[in-house]
């Protein structure tokens, strides 16, 4: 069935078919020749892909916008009176959107060529992004064929089509957010009932690219990940490091476990968790956080025991903040003069994975901010 248009709707769209092609053969060739990753990359990327890959977070904003305002027009153009007035708008709003949405997705493989991107979360991301694109470039084909046709059973399958591909960019998104800022932003200050509902949504993708996670006991040292080994750390006999004590009874708190864990996983975690790692670097494990990154493996040398000196994450948190090697990065969350002092008490301590918290003993000058951070 058709639709009447206004006498000076365009009557061809020769120019919108050449740029909708344009825009399919751009996203095909684009994920030939970079397919989409979910494992470490393999090999070194070029600066200039990656130099492209981090205008991915910028890119990603043009077709959020464009999208929204779509969806918002479409609303208006389910009516014949509607289609007829905004339609050509829309078919505008949905290149800018298509192209964006192209453009960003090609940019965040790109960016995933730097390394130190995995998990539940990455997966859900790059390919709720792939799978709405896609969907949205053969929305722009079915809406011209409508608009082209003026047919109205084509409009109504295209926003169907338009409304499910956004739907599931925007999950992917959510997804990013997470990554970004991790797995508890969006939820942390959500209305209960509403964030049960959103923690059992994400619980149930996740399980779909991820394997279960193992329950721990509070209190109990944390247990190593089915993973090689990592190297031994080198000890000296002028500060030799102490044996590990017996695993505690469950309850007892643990320094790094109720004191360290929080600490990195607040101002670390973001880019050394499980869902990120820069430089190879992981900080959500005792085992991980001993074992180093890419800087510090092979020394063996991200935390020595016993020396705070000689220990490089201690060595970036205490450099300048404007200096490129600072961390975390200037810009973002640093760890007070407190916490790090309290970091580099563990490290002088020993850095034991099993020593025992008690606040009471701690030295006067952390023993304020320790209390603040197992209280939480």
């Known amino acids: 069935m058709s639709y009447d248009t206004e006498s000076e709707a365009p009557k061809s ?7 909708a092609l344009l825009l399919l053969v751009g996203f095909v060739a684009g994920l030939l020749i970079f397919p989409p990753l979910y494992e470490a990359p393999k090999a070194e990327a070029s600066d200039m892909v990656i130099f492209f890959g981090r205008f991915h977070p910028i890119l990603l904003h043009l077709p959020i916008g464009s999208l929204i305002f779509l969806a918002m027009l479409e609303v208006l153009c ?14 505008l709003a949905l290149f800018v959107g298509a192209a964006g949405s192209v453009l960003a997705v090609i940019a965040g493989i790109m960016l995933s060529r730097e390394g130190g991107y995995a998990g539940g979360n990455f997966s859900l991301h790059q390919t709720m992004g ?7 470039l053969l929305a722009l084909v079915i809406r011209l064929m409508a608009m082209g046709q003026g047919n109205w059973e084509l409009l109504h399958a295209y926003r169907a089509l338009f409304f499910l591909s956004f739907g599931i960019m925007s999950l992917g998104a959510h997804f990013g957010g997470n990554m970004s800022h991790g797995s508890k932003f969006m939820t942390e200050k959500a209305p209960e009932p509403i964030k049960s509902q959103m923690i059992a949504m994400e619980k149930w993708m996740l399980s779909f690219v991820e394997k279960p996670k193992p329950e721990k006991t509070e209190g109990n040292a944390p247990e190593a990940p089915n993973a090689p080994e990592p190297p031994k750390l080198v000890e000296t006999p002028l500060t030799p490091t102490p044996p590990p004590a017996p695993t505690p009874a469950a309850g007892e708190k643990l320094v790094f476990a109720n004191l360290i864990q929080p600490i990195l996983a607040a101002k670390c975690n973001k880019c050394h968790g499980e869902e990120k790692q820069k430089g190879d670097l992981r900080l959500d494990t005792f085992e991980f956080t001993m074992a180093g990154g890419a800087e510090s493996a092979e020394k063996k040398n991200n935390v020595v025991p016993g020396k705070p000196a000689d220990s490089l994450s201690y060595q970036l948190v205490i450099s300048a903040e404007d200096e490129d090697m600072h961390m975390p990065p200037e810009g973002k969350d640093q760890m007070t003069k407190e916490e790090i002092s309290i970091f580099k008490w563990w490290i002088e301590q020993g850095a034991s994975a099993t020593q025992k918290l008690d606040l009471s003993a701690l030295p006067a000058e952390i023993k304020a901010a320790a209390e603040a951070i197992v209280k939480g």
């Open 130 to 136: 792939i799978i709405g694109t896609a969907g949205v």
């Open 78 to 91: 389910m009516g014949r009176r509607g289609e007829a007035k905004h339609g050509s708008t829309a078919l």
């Open 13 to 19: 769209y020769t120019l919108a078919w050449i740029a």
